[in-house]
């Protein structure tokens, strides 16, 4: 069955690191984006991706870079930690229509 | 990026139907209504989405207002598996934008 993973599940990190979250979907689909979700503020778009080579920022982009070197891949990498950026952070893919998201299970990110 | 307002939340008895509110003023004629919900611990799930139409399926029904400025997302027989943050959200089709902008969401209490 198609699937969307993240990986890690869990990760700390010191500040100051450079750390990268891994989404890897087997959908075939070309829209992948990039969310995190702290408490009071719902889930923010950070990077998204419309297809091979195309990368675009979004509300919360800031300290956070993507590369999509492939369809199946987007992964996301925090270029200097820091404890702001502790967080849920949640990929998902999309056909390129109307059809609706499926999202990752998640990746809980502690920057100490 | 069209706006939508949802009550912060809700409370349902077990095995009644809930109707979940959702305002979107300033929706534009080809925005699509998107609702997911996220159970605790978990990723957002896609449940439904509609234009214009009431729309069915195997886990809700979706009803839009003659106006398209409010929706009803409606759960026939609220379960305790359906407590959640149930999220309205607008998409744009226009433009050939496909990412979503979460809002707060309704946070949704089943009572036994």
């Known amino acids: 069955d198609a699937e969307i993973t993240q990986s890690p599940r869990h990760k700390i990190t010191e500040t100051g690191r450079q750390v990268t979250l891994a989404c890897h979907q087997t959908w075939n689909h070309n829209n992948m984006f990039w969310y995190r979700q702290d408490l009071g503020h719902g889930l923010r778009l950070i990077h998204y991706?419309?297809?091979?080579?195309?990368?675009n920022k979004g509300e919360v982009s800031d300290g956070y870079s993507v590369s999509r070197s492939n369809t199946e891949d987007l992964p996301l990498t925090l270029e200097s930690a820091a404890s702001s950026q502790t967080s849920v952070y949640f990929c998902?893919?999309?056909?390129?229509?109307?059809?609706?998201?499926?999202f990752g299970s998640g990746t809980r990110l502690t920057v100490v | 990026d069209a706006k939508t307002t949802q009550p912060n939340s809700m409370e349902s008895n077990e095995e009644e139907p809930v109707h979940l509110p959702c305002n979107h003023s300033?929706?534009?004629?080809?925005?699509?209504i998107h609702w997911y919900r996220q159970l605790p611990s978990q990723g957002p799930e896609y449940v439904i989405h509609?234009?214009?139409s009431n729309v069915n399926n195997r886990m809700a029904s979706l009803a839009i207002a003659e106006d398209r400025k409010s929706s009803t997302l409606i759960l026939h027989r609220a379960t305790l598996r359906d407590a959640a943050v149930y999220y309205c959200?607008?998409?744009?089709?226009?433009?050939?934008?496909?990412?979503?902008?979460f809002g707060t969401g309704t946070r949704l209490k089943v009572l036994a």
């Open positions: 998902a893919s999309s056909e390129h229509s109307n059809y609706g998201y499926t």
């Open positions: 509609g234009l214009t």
């Open positions: 991706s419309y297809g091979v080579q195309d990368t």
């Open positions: 300033t929706i534009s004629g080809t925005d699509y």
């Open positions: 959200i607008l998409r744009g089709e226009a433009s050939g934008t496909y990412k979503y902008i």
